[in-house]
Structure formats: structure tokens, C-alpha cells
């Protein structure tokens, strides 16, 4: 998918900056990524690149007033890999061509003939050895020397077939004095094989004994080496099918009306404008407002909320949401890349290609891996050569130890365990903006939230009737109806939580005359030849009356963090209201699983101080910070960071500040678009147990690293001396080049796996 972004500094700036993302295939290791990166770096023009290699892109930032994208891709396959074209703006995202999958068919042909070449081979050369009675039967029948001309033929069919694609990328990254694994394979299966040739065709200039040939080493190594690299792109297939399934979520087509005629189009043809019909069943096309018709529509893939919703003539809908029984027609308001799937696939794509800290660290040291992996196979090659039994031991050793070396796993151990925790929370609908946030999550000791939307529902709610005991004649539903009569013209959002409160409790709203307003007291109004007066104690002090009855009851109220209000009936004390900001139902389980793991919680808000401690209390929250403007939130951030790293958590305007200074910043969904914009994670519902959640993947995902990084180098470390033929001097064990190329692919693939296990995490499971 391409994104294009211009990222003015002032209003004097003249070239703008656009950021391209490339699909790259041909990468083997993390040294190829390293080195696409530097090549890209050098273009003039270009800003910034970063190259990811589990999802085989290339995230580029350059001018193009100075370079053009074609010019990116021009360098790509000059340094000997190729590029995924982004689809023609008419196709649909789905007919894009898959990296991977291309990637995957044609390692495994490769493989495939590679492996179907080396059987023979293994039989002539290795068998005999292992059984000597079928060597004098072969030898008996066959001359030496066809037989190494046999042998010579497959191993030459394999070195410059299936195994040109290690001089292709070796050879031209060992002229950018930038080595990776393919020069290692192509060093030494080279080697192998280029001693084998020469002792087949020139043995009368070798010593006598030196004479033996290796071509079912150099061989077999390719076959493996591909072998392992086709389960490894079918494994990093996998890992990338979290975006696969949010791509898919669009319908390949939509039913449009133009010029009064209905027909179905490809979704990607869909206009701003175009009246689009959705029929019972239907996944909705694109983004847009509903113009006729009425339905419900499961929204779950946005929200994570499992009840349909309700849409109407004026209502919202999403492109790859679910529409429910009834048919609607909607106008269409957000097409192609502007809609809010094809926003969270390119928020997904970015934080899988971010590299946090410790993928940082894991470059360097690959990047000083391959020369000090040269010069020991060098080192190992002249040692065994001066003082080991012959030529061909000293160079199966060296060969052994370019093998076994190569750094694949090395570079697989970060960038998949990414990629899948970061699929796998957007399944969950946590949606990661900054992929290294994923590292700093697991270092968080605070998290700070806002209180208002965030821990509770962010609108007032009627929470409690209390009748006048004296209070005979009408009931309290009654009553309700009359209260919300006089309020219901009212735009205040008190006034609009009691009439939804009445409504919800079954009362008849009547109509009311005489309406007045009285600012800062409250309202009264005739309603069914009654006087009704609703508002603050002060109202009813204006209007003579004692509250003293509900004093006790008020006083308990205010409390716990609610308004109250009172109502009179026909100049009478009639009953005592509370409103209040109700507390999400979810909210006190998510500050209790935080509290497990041993965070410090605290909440700020704007609120007074009574309000803030009474919603705190409830939530079990010890650390409240109540009466603070918008720009000081960021200041109480900043406090808390010096106890070490803090994660906040805000659904306002009010809160982009503190969400942008904070290490992380967890924006709720549902909450408003800068502050999405500010945060580096949002949840899409507004669940506060996604906090819970994101934090306890972040943990299991750095533990994933980690146990993939300690395998990649504790294996290298571990193999290296033994390829070498340390343990030869005394033990008699040597590992060969065949073993060296098996073992190697085995790394990546246990790396991918491991990975792969984070697909099966589960909130609660950490």
C-alpha cells in the first residue's frame, strides 16, 4: 500500500516530503535489510529509510521534486533485489500482489529443483563412503572419473541455477563492502565447489591425497539453505495475515445508483457522493452517512463492542462493518485510502515496520557479525591448512563456519515478533501508531488516566430519584414526566440527562408552557396544570422552600462524586435528583488487573477535587490530581515520569499534550481525532481494560524477543567454534558444511515459530 504525506515544517518550506512504502522481495537476513537501507540513504533526496525484513518493505521518505519513486525502485534492484509495484489506483487492494507469497513460490521451485539435482549427487558421493561394499560395486562398474563428471554436471546445474541468487545479492554487497548471508553462501559453496571443479579436471597439479571433491557439500548446502529459507517464507507468511484480514474486510464490490440506474462496481470505483445500496447481510463498502433506510450493524471489528448498532437517516457508517437485517441506502463521504479500514491497515503497516530500541541494537551487531564471521572461515581456513592433515579439511571447516554463521535468525528475532503482536492487537482493537511502543509499554512503571470519557461514560446520567415523603397523589413516575417536561427545551447536558433518565424509566413526557430559565438557579414551567420548578438548592431557596428534608441524602451524594438537584410540585418540596458521570462497568476491573502487576495508578483531571476522590475511591485509584487545566496535565506527566517511564491514557482535545509527553500515549478510540493523532496506541472501543491488555501483550511480546534473540546468538556463539574444529583435537568432531546448512535454516524456522506463538496470546493469559 502507498501513503503519501506532506509534512511542511513553515509556510517558507519548499519542498514538501512524501513517504512511500515499497514492498521489496529477495531479502535473506538482517544484513540485506541493513543494507537496502543504506543504499536508499545515499539517494539524494531521500530523508529517511527503514527497511523491514518481516514484512519485506521499504519505508521511504524523500522529495520528490528531487528523486521520483522509480528512481527508489531503480536502486533497490541494483543492489540485487526486487520490487513489488504498488497496485493501479482502480484495483482493488485485495488483487495487489503478496510479496510473500510471490517470495514463497519462488524460493520453493527453487528448492525444489535444487534438492531433486542433490539426491543423486548425495547417493554417488556420500553413500558409497558409508558403505563399502557399494563403493567396489560402483567402482567396478563406473570410472572414477565419469563419475565426477556426473557429479560435476548437477553440482554446476545447481551452482549457477537455484544458487545464482547468492551471487547475485553476495557478489553485490561484497562490492559495497557490506557482506550478508548471501556472500557467506556464496563464499563458501564456492569454494567447495571450485576446488572440486579444479580436482576433477586438473588432479595432475595437486599433491597426491589432496585430490577429493566436495560437490555434494556445496550442493546440498544450496538445497537446505533454500529449503529453509521456503519454510521460512511460509512461516513469514503467517505473520502478516493480520493485514491480510483488515484488507479483506472491504468488499471486492459495491452497488451504486448514478443517473437514476443501479449497478454493481468494483469497490476501489466507488466515488465521494455516489449513492451506495446495502442489502441484509452485506459487508458496507466504504465509509459514508446514511440517507435511507434504517438497519443495525455490527461494528465489532472497530469497536470491539458485540451488540449491533442502530443506524438511521443522518447516522455514520463503516466501510467493513457488518450491516444486520434491514436494507439502507448511504451517501459516500470516504473513498480508496481515505476511508477508516484502509487508516487502520496503514497505522498497522507502520508499526510493524518501526524498529524500537533493541531491533536497533540487533542491526549493529549484525552489522559487525559478517566481517568477524569472514575473518575467523579465513582465520580457520589458514590454520587448518599450516597445521591440519590436508587442503580439503581446512577448507570444509572454513566452509562449515561461513555456513553455520549466517545471521538469518539474528535478523527474523525482532521484526516478527512485531509483527505479529502488533496484527494480533489490532484483531483485538488495539491499534498501534508507533511500533516501538510495543518496547516501551513493557518498561512502563505509572499509568496516568484522565477521568472524563476515559474512566467514565463522558456525559452526565440520571443515577437517583428521591420523593419527598410527604409527597401523596402522584407516583414517581408521574412526577419524572412533569421534570422532564420543563427540561426538555433545555440544551444543557443536566437537563438532557434527566428527560433521557424519564424516558428510560417509562414516563410520559407532557407538553409544558411558560417555560423560563433562570441561569445559575434553574427552570420552572407549567405542565398539566401543574408549577413544576427544577435546579439548585439556591432555586429553591428563591422560591421559599427548605431542602433540610434531603439534606443528609444530598450530603451522601456529593459524596460519591454526583450532582444533586431538587425539583418543587405546585410551590411544594417534590424530590431530590442526582446526575452524575457514571463510571464505565469496566473501568474498576482494569485498575485492579494494573494494580496486579504491580503499576502505580493515578488519575487527573480538570473535575473538582470532591468529584475526582468520590470516582477515585470507587475505582480503588490512590494518587488523584483534581482542578488542572489542559496545558498542566502535561506538567503532572512530567512529574510522574520522574519515578520512571508513564504511559497516560485521555480521550479529549484537552488531552493532547499529555498523551504526546508522555513515553506512551493510549488514546480511547472513541474519543476525538487529535487526540488519536497524539497518542502512539488507541484502542478502538472505549474499554479501559485495553490498557490492561495492551500492556500485559507487550510483556509477552518482549519475552518472545528475547527468547529469539538469546537463541539466534547463543546458537551462533555456540556453533561457530564447533564448525571451526575446536572440538577436533580432542574429541574428533567436526561439523560439515551439509549440517551447518541444515542447522542454519532450523534457527530461522525456530525463530518464526516462537513468534507464531503470540498468535495464540489472549487478554488474561499473561
Known amino acids: 500500500m502507498n501513503t503519501t504525506s506532506t509534512l511542511p515544517d513553515t509556510a517558507a518550506e519548499i519542498h514538501s516530503e512524501t513517504t512511500e512504502v515499497i514492498g521489496v522481495t529477495g531479502m535473506t537476513c538482517a544484513a540485506c535489510a541493513n543494507r537496502i537501507e543504506r543504499v536508499l540513504r ?182 537446505l539453505v533454500l529449503l529453509g529459507k521456503y519454510f521460512e517464507a511460509r512461516a513469514k507468511g503467517r505473520t502478516g495475515s493480520a493485514i491480510r484480514r483488515l484488507i479483506e474486510l472491504q468488499p471486492r464490490t459495491a452497488r451504486v445508483i448514478r443517473d437514476g440506474r443501479e449497478f454493481d462496481l468494483p469497490t476501489a470505483q466507488v466515488r465521494r457522493g455516489d449513492r451506495v445500496v446495502v442489502r441484509p447481510g452485506e459487508r458496507i463498502p466504504v465509509d459514508g452517512t446514511v440517507v435511507e433506510g434504517d438497519s443495525f450493524v455490527d461494528e465489532a471489528m472497530m469497536t470491539g463492542e458485540p451488540l449491533p448498532v442502530a443506524k438511521t437517516v443522518g447516522d455514520e457508517v463503516i466501510g467493513g462493518t457488518v450491516n444486520g437485517n434491514g436494507s439502507f441506502i448511504f451517501r459516500a463521504e470516504s473513498v480508496g ?182 441561569p445559575g438557579f434553574g427552570v420552572t414551567a407549567r405542565v398539566a396544570g401543574h408549577q413544576v420548578a427544577v435546579g439548585a438548592d439556591r432555586l429553591m431557596e428563591k422560591l421559599g422552600l427548605s431542602v433540610a428534608p434531603f439534606a443528609a441524602i444530598a450530603e451522601k451524594l456529593a459524596g460519591e462524586g454526583k450532582t444533586p438537584m431538587y425539583a418543587a410540585l405546585d410551590n411544594q418540596l417534590a424530590a431530590l435528583l442526582a446526575v452524575a458521570d457514571e463510571v464505565k462497568p469496566s473501568a474498576a476491573s482494569a485498575i485492579a488487573r494494573l494494580r496486579e502487576r504491580g503499576l502505580t495508578v493515578a488519575m487527573v483531571t480538570g473535575d473538582n477535587r470532591r468529584t475526582a476522590h468520590a470516582v477515585a475511591g470507587r475505582l480503588g485509584i490512590s494518587e488523584v490530581v483534581a482542578e488542572v487545566r489542559p496545558e498542566q496535565k502535561a506538567d503532572v506527566v512530567k512529574e510522574f515520569r520522574k519515578n520512571g517511564a508513564t504511559a497516560f491514557v485521555g480521550d479529549g482535545i484537552n488531552d493532547a499534550p499529555a498523551l504526546a509527553g508522555a513515553d506512551v500515549g493510549i488514546a480511547i478510540g472513541t474519543g476525538t481525532d487529535i487526540a488519536i493523532e497524539a497518542a502512539d496506541v488507541v484502542l478502538m472501543a472505549g474499554d479501559p481494560n485495553g490498557v490492561a491488555n495492551v500492556l500485559a501483550l507487550s510483556h509477552a511480546t518482549m519475552r518472545n524477543i528475547r527468547q529469539n534473540l538469546f537463541w539466534a546468538f547463543a546458537y551462533n556463539a555456540a556453533l561457530i567454534p564447533v564448525a571451526a574444529g575446536a572440538l577436533y583435537p580432542k574429541f574428533g568432531i567436526l561439523l560439515s558444511p551439509m549440517v551447518a546448512g541444515a542447522a542454519m535454516g532450523v534457527s530461522s524456522v525456530f525463530v518464526l515459530t516462537n513468534a507464531l506463538r503470540l498468535l495464540r496470546w489472549r487478554p488474561g493469559t499473561a
Open 42 to 223: 545515499k539517494v539524494d533526496g531521500v530523508t529517511e529509510a527503514s527497511v523491514n525484513l518481516a514484512t519485506e518493505q521499504a519505508v521511504v521518505r524523500f522529495h520528490p521534486e528531487t528523486v521520483e519513486s522509480e528512481g527508489l525502485y531503480a536502486v533497490i534492484r541494483k543492489a540485487g533485489y526486487d520490487v513489488i509495484l504498488p497496485p493501479a489506483e482502480a484495483e482493488s487492494e485485495t488483487d495487489a500482489p503478496d510479496p510473500a507469497t510471490l517470495e514463497q513460490r519462488a524460493i520453493g521451485f527453487r528448492a525444489l529443483t535444487a534438492g531433486l539435482l542433490a539426491l543423486p549427487l548425495f547417493f554417488l558421493e556420500m553413500i558409497p563412503m558409508l558403505v563399502p561394499a557399494l563403493e567396489h560395486w560402483l567402482m567396478e562398474r563406473v570410472e572414477m572419473r565419469t563419475l565426477r563428471l556426473v557429479s560435476f554436471g548437477l553440482a554446476t546445474v545447481i551452482q549457477f541455477g537455484p544458487g545464482w541468487r547468492f551471487y547475485k545479492k553476495g557478489w553485490s554487497a561484497a562490492l559495497d563492502l557490506a557482506p550478508d548471508m548471501n556472500t557467506l553462501v556464496m563464499l563458501g559453496t564456492t569454494a567447495a565447489y571450485g576446488y572440486s571443479a579444479f580436482a576433477t579436471f586438473f588432479s595432475h597439479w595437486m599433491p597426491h591425497g589432496a585430490t577429493h571433491v566436495y560437490y555434494e557439500a556445496s550442493a546440498t548446502v544450496i538445497a
Open 337 to 518: 485510502a481515505d476511508t477508516v479500514l484502509a487508516g487502520i491497515v496503514r497505522m498497522v503497516q507502520a508499526a510493524q515496520g518501526a524498529k524500537p530500541p533493541i531491533q536497533e541494537m540487533a542491526d549493529r551487531v549484525v552489522g559487525l557479525f559478517v566481517p568477524v564471521v569472514l575473518a575467523i572461515a579465513f582465520l580457520t581456513f589458514g590454520i587448518w591448512w599450516w597445521f591440519g592433515p590436508s587442503f580439503g579439511f581446512a577448507l570444509v571447516n572454513a566452509v562449515a563456519v561461513l555456513i553455520i554463521a549466517c545471521p538469518c535468525a539474528m535478523g527474523l528475532a525482532t521484526p516478527t515478533s512485531i509483527l505479529v503482536s502488533t496484527g494480533k492487537a489490532a484483531e483485538l482493537g488495539i491499534l498501534f501508531r508507533k511500533g516501538s511502543a510495543v518496547q516501551t509499554l513493557s518498561e512502563i512503571k505509572t499509568v496516568v488516566f484522565d477521568k472524563t470519557g476515559t474512566l467514565t461514560v463522558g456525559k452526565p446520567v440520571l443515577t437517583d430519584v428521591q420523593t419527598h415523603p410527604e409527597l401523596d397523589g402522584i407516583s414517581e413516575t408521574e412526577l419524572l414526566g412533569l421534570i422532564a417536561a420543563a427540561e426538555r427545551r433545555s440544551e444543557h447536558p443536566v437537563a438532557q440527562a434527566i428527560v433521557a433518565g424519564a424516558t428510560d424509566r417509562g414516563a410520559e413526557i407532557p407538553e409544558a408552557i411558560e417555560v423560563e430559565a433562570i
